[in-house]
């Protein structure tokens, strides 16, 4: 999933510059989950700019409504009502929701609440990690299952770079090293040998160097 965190409150009044007739819009997909962007937050986000524009004698219009999905042309069309009446949008989504609705209603300042951190999920209470780069083009089939782009600090795909101490990453004592996670995976596994074979340097033409990617298919075009 997306894993978001929301900003802190001072930076998302910034970013209101007073514009308080307000549709404030939580997201129930993946920012929910991760507990940023969901119903609640979107409430207590309300609540609170209610109490900061009482105090500072702001008047405040405020509406809350629920998507399922941001990233979805037909969930967003939901909101047109209630977008039609305010001024801004205020989006609990990640940055492809805050996006989506930008485009669907061009005259609404669209403002995001969240700062969208990376493709990831939850590994304990409170905790969350990446585990996906997005690279287009994946390799965890030579690599027992654990990413070598994301998780090794510096993305090597022959190996360890040497520098790892007790399983841990040398960049950071409190990281694992992902290629020692490979290789006891890959022990476990049977198939220590696979990784004698040298992995060709990656083809990034997948990746996101080269500007906007498209995924098209061609048996679900109308
Ligand atoms: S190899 Fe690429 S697609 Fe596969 S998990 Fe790693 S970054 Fe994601
Ligand atoms: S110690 Fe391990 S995870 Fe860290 S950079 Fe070296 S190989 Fe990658």
């Given at each position: 999933m997306i894993v978001a965190?929301?900003?802190?409150?001072?930076?998302?009044?910034?970013?209101?510059?007073?514009?308080?007739?307000?549709?404030?819009?939580p997201c129930m997909s993946c920012t929910a989950v991760c507990?940023a962007g969901g119903s609640?937050?979107?409430?207590?986000?309300?609540?609170?700019?209610?109490?900061?524009?009482?105090?500072?004698?702001?008047?405040?219009?405020?509406?809350?409504?629920s998507l399922n999905r941001q990233c979805d042309?037909?969930f967003?069309?939901?909101?047109?009502?209630?977008?039609?009446?305010?001024?801004?949008?205020?989006?609990l989504a990640c940055?492809v929701g805050?996006?989506?609705?930008?485009?669907?209603?061009?005259?609404?300042?669209?403002?995001?609440?969240?700062?969208?951190?990376?493709?990831?999920?939850?590994?304990?209470?409170?905790?969350?990690?990446?585990?996906?780069?997005?690279?287009?083009?994946?390799?965890?089939?030579?690599?027992?299952?654990?990413?070598?782009?994301?998780?090794?600090?510096?993305?090597?795909?022959?190996?360890?770079?040497?520098?790892?101490?007790?399983?841990?990453?040398?960049?950071?004592?409190?990281?694992?090293?992902?290629?020692?996670?490979?290789?006891?995976?890959?022990?476990?596994?049977?198939?220590?040998?696979?990784?004698?074979?040298?992995?060709?340097?990656?083809?990034?033409?997948?990746?996101?160097?080269?500007?906007?990617?498209?995924?098209?298919?061609?048996?679900?075009?109308?």
């Open positions: 965190e929301q900003k802190p409150f001072k930076e998302i009044v910034e970013c209101l510059r007073g514009k308080y007739d307000l549709l404030i819009v507990f609640q937050q979107g409430e207590e986000l309300a609540s609170a700019l209610r109490i900061h524009c009482k105090m500072h004698g702001d008047g405040l219009n405020c509406t809350v409504r042309p037909e967003i069309e939901e909101l047109a009502e209630e977008a039609a009446k305010a001024d801004s949008i205020l989006s940055g805050v996006q989506f609705l930008a485009e669907r209603y061009p005259d609404k300042a669209v403002i995001p609440a969240l700062n969208t951190r990376f493709a990831g999920g939850k590994t304990a209470p409170g905790i969350w990690e990446e585990r996906c780069s997005l690279c287009g083009n994946c390799v965890l089939h030579v690599t027992g299952g654990i990413c070598p782009i994301t998780r090794c600090a510096k993305g090597l795909l022959n190996g360890p770079c040497g520098g790892s101490e007790q399983g841990r990453c040398e960049i950071d004592p409190n990281v694992p090293c992902a290629w020692q996670m490979i290789i006891d995976r890959m022990s476990t596994l049977g198939r220590l040998d696979e990784l004698l074979a040298i992995q060709r340097p990656k083809d990034w033409s997948t990746g996101n160097a080269g500007g906007l990617r498209r995924l098209v298919r061609e048996d679900l075009r109308g």
